[in-house]
């Protein structure tokens, strides 16, 4: 380990001179070192580097601050203090990473985060796999529109009795939220009955189609009493503001790729799945919104192959389509051999004429 103490000698050093541009130098090289290393550490080397880069942490730029949090994140056993310094950061772009990643932050951090730093921090906090629901408490005490839309979402998120029923009042008025919420297969009955008698007509009647086998009959006596005839195939507006937040932390912190795609497509998260694929395909948002909610399908299998997409994550995306319940098993299977029998080759010429079409019009507008 004689590199080891090399570099904490040259670290110890480049504190005590105050020089930013050999701070950062010496912090990327340590980093380099451990994350190297990490899986043969023992708690006492842990410890040492803990010491040693968060101290150094805040002589450091944003930039290099952000680089560290998205190297250690991923890491196990990552130094505790220096993680902790960074999810407390005020950047979002160096917390961020930490907080969606790391596994060393324990739910009292959280906690303490949650409560005393901004939406962007909650946002983050609020895509994390677990979620304690002392976490949770907080989100929906403090968290936005956004936050609240976010942490609905997340499968494996969890909530006491009385942050369930702080979720459920602020759902009032908001239908996508309500379907968020009317989806989570953890609801109490009481309060997806509340959920229903709050909702609009459209989302009274997307809800009761999910609802338990036991409330059908009390779901259905308060539909009874709707008045006005609304179409329950008419689509809830989708919000996709959160989800480009969300996405564009998960890209910033090198998080983003077709597996978590594909997550998101199996979760039913619309949203967010049309936000990752504008990053993943580069193409706008309304676009992919609008490939997921045509009448053919070939447009959208092109750009999905163009993608390098594998076959199971297309069909994840295709029966998360608004339509995509109406197609059958022998429908599905003659689009998986439409999808398998056009090149890759093809599909990248195409987009590439319909891009390039695409710009000449906005230029000439």
């Given at each position: 380990?004689?590199?080891?103490?090399?570099?904490?000698?040259?670290?110890?050093?480049?504190?005590?001179?105050?020089?930013?541009?050999?701070?950062?130098?010496?912090?990327?090289?340590?980093?380099?070192?451990?994350?190297?290393?990490?899986?043969?550490?023992?708690?006492?080397?842990?410890?040492?580097?803990?010491?040693?880069?968060?101290?150094?942490?805040?002589?450091i730029e944003i930039k290099a601050r952000a680089e560290l949090a998205r190297r250690l994140a991923p890491i196990d056993n990552a130094?505790?203090?220096?993680?902790?310094?960074?999810?407390?950061?005020?950047?979002?772009?160096?917390?961020?990473?930490?907080?969606?990643?790391?596994?060393?932050?324990?739910?009292?951090?959280?906690?303490?985060?949650?409560?005393?730093?901004?939406?962007?921090?909650?946002?983050?906090?609020?895509?994390?796999?677990?979620?304690?629901?002392?976490?949770?408490?907080?989100?929906?005490?403090?968290?936005?529109?956004?936050?609240?839309?976010?942490?609905?979402?997340?499968?494996?998120?969890?909530?006491?009795?009385?942050?369930?029923?702080?979720?459920?009042?602020?759902?009032?008025?908001?239908?996508?939220?309500?379907?968020?919420?009317?989806?989570?297969?953890?609801?109490?009955?009481?309060?997806?009955?509340?959920?229903?008698?709050?909702?609009?007509?459209?989302?009274?009647?997307?809800?009761?189609?999910?609802?338990?086998?036991?409330?059908?009959?009390?779901?259905?006596?308060?539909?009874?009493?709707?008045?006005?005839?609304?179409?329950?195939?008419?689509?809830?507006?989708?919000?996709?503001?959160?989800?480009?937040?969300?996405?564009?932390?998960?890209?910033?912190?090198?998080?983003?790729?077709?597996?978590?795609?594909?997550?998101?497509?199996?979760?039913?998260?619309?949203?967010?799945?049309?936000?990752?694929?504008?990053?993943?395909?580069?193409?706008?948002?309304?676009?992919?919104?609008?490939?997921?909610?045509?009448?053919?399908?070939?447009?959208?299998?092109?750009?999905?192959?163009?993608?390098?997409?594998?076959?199971l994550t297309v069909r994840a995306l295709i029966l998360l389509r608004p339509s995509g319940r109406r197609i059958s098993a022998k429908?599905?299977?003659?689009?998986?051999?439409?999808?398998?029998?056009?090149?890759?080759?093809?599909?990248?010429?195409?987009?590439?004429?319909?891009?390039?079409?695409?710009?000449?019009?906005?230029?000439?507008?």
């Amino acid at each position: 380990m004689s590199a080891r103490v090399s570099l904490i000698s040259e670290l110890e050093d480049a504190i005590a001179r105050g020089s930013n541009a050999q701070s950062a130098e010496t912090l990327r090289r340590l980093t380099d070192l451990f994350t190297g290393r990490a899986a043969e550490l023992n708690d006492q080397h842990v410890e040492l580097f803990d010491d040693v880069i968060s101290r150094l942490v805040g002589e450091i730029e944003i930039k290099a601050r952000a680089e560290l949090a998205r190297r250690l994140a991923p890491i196990d056993n990552a130094p505790p203090n220096t993680i902790r310094q960074l999810a407390n950061d005020e950047a979002i772009e160096v917390a961020g990473p930490v907080l969606l990643r790391s596994k060393r932050l324990a739910d009292s951090d959280l906690v303490d985060i949650a409560r005393r730093h901004g939406q962007e921090h909650l946002l983050a906090i609020s895509s994390r796999r677990p979620l304690a629901d002392s976490v949770t408490d907080v989100l929906v005490d403090r968290g936005d529109q956004d936050v609240l839309y976010n942490v609905a979402s997340n499968g494996a998120a969890r909530f006491s009795a009385g942050g369930y029923e702080r979720l459920v009042v602020r759902a009032e008025g908001d239908d996508s939220l309500a379907v968020r919420i009317g989806e989570r297969p953890d609801i109490p009955p009481h309060l997806f009955s509340k959920l229903v008698t709050q909702a609009s007509a459209i989302v009274q009647r997307k809800l009761a189609a999910r609802a338990p086998r036991e409330l059908r009959a009390e779901i259905e006596r308060v539909l009874a009493d709707v008045s006005q005839e609304i179409d329950p195939q008419t689509p809830t507006p989708h919000r996709f503001t959160a989800a480009r937040r969300l996405i564009g932390m998960l890209h910033d912190a090198g998080a983003l790729g077709e597996s978590e795609l594909y997550d998101l497509a199996k979760s039913k998260r619309y949203e967010e799945a049309v936000a990752a694929l504008s990053v993943l395909c580069g193409v706008t948002v309304e676009q992919i919104d609008w490939l997921m909610n045509g009448d053919r399908i070939e447009p959208l299998l092109i750009h999905l192959k163009a993608a390098g997409f594998d076959w199971l994550t297309v069909r994840a995306l295709i029966l998360l389509r608004p339509s995509g319940r109406r197609i059958s098993a022998k429908d599905l299977e003659d689009i998986c051999d439409d999808f398998k029998r056009l090149s890759y080759a093809t599909a990248r010429r195409v987009v590439g004429h319909l891009q390039s079409a695409d710009t000449e019009l906005r230029a000439a507008s």
